[in-house]
């Protein structure tokens, strides 16, 4: 498929439940043939890996990073328990970005997103927690998308650049 727009999604993976042999968990996996719009989302992956699991990633694309269209103001946290890799992404088998920095490099997208513990309430309401500081590092920080004027509860989420600046997620 082409033409696919993920926008202003918050994911959240969690618990410790990776136990098979080679087993990996991704918030959002990209298969061959498909390219994406990938923008405002907070993708959280802290899917616990056990002993012989592979591992977890925010985002995995199963072919080339072409396949981005265009992906940036996201936010990737990946930290889960257990062995296994902890990554921010992975392109095929060849590429595994464990940190923001070699993503961007590896993509060549992604310029101004982060990587940060969202804050969110629990695990199950991923609302950010205004208590808790780490919500903070994604207020302000999407980009304004005229197709998305609102967001999970209803309220107006800013569409140019004069309304300010839409939160991630």
């Known amino acids: 498929q ?4 993920i926008f202003n999604n918050s994911i959240n ?3 410790n439940t990776l136990l098979h042999t080679m087993a990996m968990s991704s ?11 990938l923008r405002n989302n907070a993708i959280i992956n802290n899917l616990g890996n056990g ?8 985002v995995y694309v199963q072919s080339s990073q072409s396949q981005l269209l265009n992906s940036d103001y996201n936010n990737y946290f990946v930290n889960p328990t257990g062995s296994g890799i902890k990554a ?9 970005s464990t940190n923001i920095s070699s993503w ?3 993509t060549g997208r992604d310029k101004s997103s982060l990587n940060y513990d969202p804050g969110f309430i629990s695990s199950t309401n991923l609302l950010p927690d205004i208590n808790n500081q780490n919500s903070w590092s994604i207020k302000g920080r999407g980009t304004q ?3 998305v004027s609102n967001d999970y509860n209803g309220n107006l989420r800013s569409t140019s650049l004069s309304g300010g ?3 991630i997620g």
């Open 145 to 147: 998308i005229p197709s």
């Open 2 to 5: 082409s033409g696919i727009s």
């Open 27 to 37: 918030g959002i996996f990209i298969t061959t043939g498909s390219t994406i719009d």
């Open 104 to 106: 961007k490099t590896a």
């Open 165 to 167: 600046a839409p939160s």
């Open 51 to 58: 002993d012989a699991a592979y591992g977890s990633c925010a």
């Open 13 to 15: 993976l969690f618990g």
């Open 88 to 96: 921010i992404g992975k392109i095929s088998t060849t590429t595994t």
